[in-house]
């Protein structure tokens, strides 16, 4: 008879000792080898690649949808930063979009790879033309949520970094005022350090509620955390009420 350690029922390793590790490759960088490895043993990773989205980002957002319940059938949506196209893909299965009657659009200048359901630009959301380009694709019609993952390249300095990704939260959300139907929902991309001040009391103004989110599938040690804004209130601020 076999024993049990043959079968593999006796001995077994620890979750720890089955991690995955990397060595340094001639050339590669200890921070490449990190990131090579944290890859590697990533169940979100796995998970993205088994259920056939893009990224791990994807499940962000399936997991603030799930808790916040922002997507539902026949809304349209505007995916700024989109690439590599997970967060377009969860939303144009969400709220029904296909290539007959496209209901999301994604903007990003970075190359993607096409997604069915979603129309995409390759262009960046700061030129001037980009946000018309996104109305003028949604055919006239309102926008029920707008969502933004967008990021710089960190410099390495925080508070450079911080003043960075405030810009892209204030050029988005003054975009999704534009855009939103009443009701509709802003998500944005932050990092540690929080909203400024001045712009999280502009979208208390024109949103019923204001709320930081941390998904889940965002690593622990990341600085990264989603603002979400619901009950857009069609535009009209709380002073002229």
Known sequence: MANSKALGTGGRKSDKD???????????????????????NDPYVARARAEGYRSRAAFKIKEMDEKHKFFKKGMRVVDL???????????????????????????????????????????????????????EAMGGHGVDVVMSDMAWPTTGHRPTDHLRIVHLIEIAAEFAIQVLNPGGVFIAKVFQGGTEHELLHMLKRHFKTTIHVKPPSSR??????????????????????
């Open 81 to 135: 930063g989109a690439a590599p196209g997970g967060w377009s893909q969860v939303a144009a299965q969400a709220v029904g979009s296909t290539i007959a009657n496209p209901l999301v659009v994604g903007i990003d200048y970075l190359d993607m790879d096409p997604v069915p359901g979603v129309i995409l630009f390759k262009k960046d959301f700061t030129e001037d033309d980009a946000p018309q380009m996104l109305i």
């Open 220 to 241: 622990k040690d990341s600085a990264e955390a989603y603002l979400v804004a619901k009950g857009f209130n069609g535009g009209r601020s709380a002073e002229g009420e």
């Open 18 to 40: 089955l991690k995955i590790r990397v060595k340094t490759a001639k050339g590669r960088k200890v921070a490449s080898t990190k990131w090579l490895e944290r890859q590697l």
